[in-house]
């Protein structure tokens, strides 16, 4: 997949270099959750069934972070996790749009003719919220509107789980509130936190129990504090253990900002300065403070083998 960085206003000179047939879903879809692979598995469907290229175009950063409004407490699918889960719908074109406070007061039909209309776009595909433009003005009848006579606009159906409709800003309410079983069906895979094992307290290692401390890569939105358990992908090498998100309250009081540590079944290889991807299969309990490290060794020992469990390890 071929990534294109893009900046308003887009110059003749660029749009030449970028204008084909070619069919792009746009929208922000930071989760690439299901609603969103709805509307992007119909572009692709509609670029094969044309012979062109299948494009999503998108912004970076989210708009709500640029504006510092709404729900924002970070991205569920950065920009690596993103491309790298785009390239495996069968998308071929990837336009980031840089968003900036001057792009945040563009007209929709200055967005339209500036940014989508020089591309030849034959189909732009859009969810049935898709909102663009100055103060989201724009929506998808009016992208049918603008683009009249150039191209044709396709606006996808919302999608629904047991009634209730597939969204990013309910899924990082599911996360924050410890829900993640239904924050994993809706983005129809598991949560994933990613980044580089640093030097942490080492602590874990006198009580039994070595623990990698995560420091993630990128401004990922925080699960709930607590004990996960999870699965961790090193160099290829699929490892599974338990996670716990927070602030370590039996060693630690006025600590807020959380750790992520990461003890693997198994496992003894020295990991300092590599990266993990860490896979949140399931929420085992929420974080608290005990009475005695040896009250906490033995919770420790039983998170872990509820883990087992729930992971299908054997014990």
Same mark, same amino acid.
């Given at each position: 997949?071929?990534?294109?960085?893009?900046?308003?206003?887009?110059?003749?000179?660029?749009?030449?270099?970028?204008?084909?047939?070619?069919?792009?879903?746009? $929208?922000?879809?930071?989760?690439?959750?299901?609603?969103?692979?709805?509307?992007?598995?119909?572009? /692709?469907?509609?670029?094969?069934?044309?012979?062109?290229?299948?494009?999503?175009?998108?912004?970076?950063?989210?708009?709500?972070?640029?504006?510092?409004?709404?729900?924002?407490?970070? +991205?569920?699918?950065?920009?690596?996790?993103?491309?790298?889960?785009?390239?495996?719908?069968?998308?071929?074109?990837? +336009?980031?749009?840089?968003?900036?406070?001057?792009?945040?007061?563009?007209?929709?039909?200055?967005?339209?003719?500036?940014?989508?209309?020089?591309?030849?776009? /034959?189909?732009?595909?859009?969810?049935?919220?898709?909102?663009?433009?100055?103060?989201?003005?724009?929506?998808?009848?009016?992208?049918?509107?603008?683009?009249?006579?150039?191209?044709?606009?396709?606006?996808?159906?919302?999608?629904?789980?047991?009634?209730?409709?597939?969204?990013?800003?309910?899924?990082?309410?599911?996360?924050?509130?410890?829900?993640?079983?239904?924050?994993?069906?809706?983005?129809?895979?598991?949560?994933?936190?990613?980044?580089?094992?640093?030097?942490?307290?080492?602590?874990?290692?006198?009580?039994?129990?070595?623990?990698?401390?995560?420091?993630?890569?990128?401004?990922?939105?925080?699960?709930?504090?607590? /004990? +996960?358990?999870?699965?961790?992908?090193?160099?290829?090498?699929?490892?599974?253990?338990?996670?716990?998100?927070?602030?370590?309250?039996?060693?630690?009081? $006025?600590?807020?900002?959380?750790?992520?540590?990461?003890?693997?079944?198994?496992?003894? $290889?020295?990991?300092? $300065?590599?990266?993990?991807?860490?896979?949140?299969?399931?929420?085992?309990?929420?974080?608290?403070?005990?009475?005695?490290?040896?009250?906490?060794?033995?919770?420790?020992?039983?998170?872990?083998?509820?883990?087992?469990?729930?992971?299908?390890?054997?014990?």
């Amino acid at each position: 997949m071929r990534t294109v960085t893009l900046s308003y206003p887009m110059s003749p000179e660029t749009a030449a270099q970028l204008a084909q047939p070619q069919v792009v879903a746009l $929208g922000q879809f930071d989760g690439l959750h299901r609603g969103h692979a709805s509307v992007i598995t119909k572009a /692709v469907a509609l670029a094969r069934q044309a012979g062109v290229p299948a494009a999503v175009m998108t912004f970076h950063p989210h708009p709500k972070d640029v504006m510092g409004k709404g729900d924002y407490e970070g +991205y569920l699918t950065p920009k690596r996790d993103k491309q790298e889960l785009l390239a495996g719908m069968g998308v071929e074109l990837l +336009y980031t749009i840089e968003f900036n406070e001057e792009l945040s007061r563009v007209s929709p039909e200055d967005f339209v003719s500036v940014m989508l209309l020089p591309l030849q776009m /034959v189909t732009a595909v859009v969810g049935f919220d898709f909102r663009f433009g100055y103060k989201g003005e724009g929506d998808a009848d009016r992208l049918r509107e603008l683009g009249q006579g150039n191209m044709n606009v396709e606006a996808v159906a919302p999608f629904l789980l047991e009634g209730e409709k597939v969204s990013s800003s309910g899924i990082r309410k599911s996360l924050l509130n410890g829900e993640l079983e239904k924050a994993n069906a809706w983005f129809g895979r598991c949560y994933h936190l990613r980044g580089t094992v640093g030097h942490g307290e080492k602590r874990g290692r006198t009580i039994g129990f070595p623990t990698a401390n995560l420091q993630l890569e990128d401004r990922y939105v925080i699960p709930a504090k607590g /004990v +996960y358990a999870v699965k961790v992908t090193h160099n290829e090498q699929m490892l599974y253990g338990v996670m716990n998100v927070g602030v370590k309250p039996t060693f630690h009081e $006025g600590v807020t900002a959380p750790s992520f540590e990461v003890h693997l079944f198994d496992f003894a $290889g020295d990991i300092y $300065g590599q990266e993990l991807k860490v896979e949140l299969a399931a929420f085992i309990r929420s974080e608290r403070k005990f009475e005695s490290i040896g009250a906490l060794i033995a919770q420790i020992g039983a998170d872990a083998e509820t883990a087992k469990v729930l992971l299908g390890y054997p014990s």
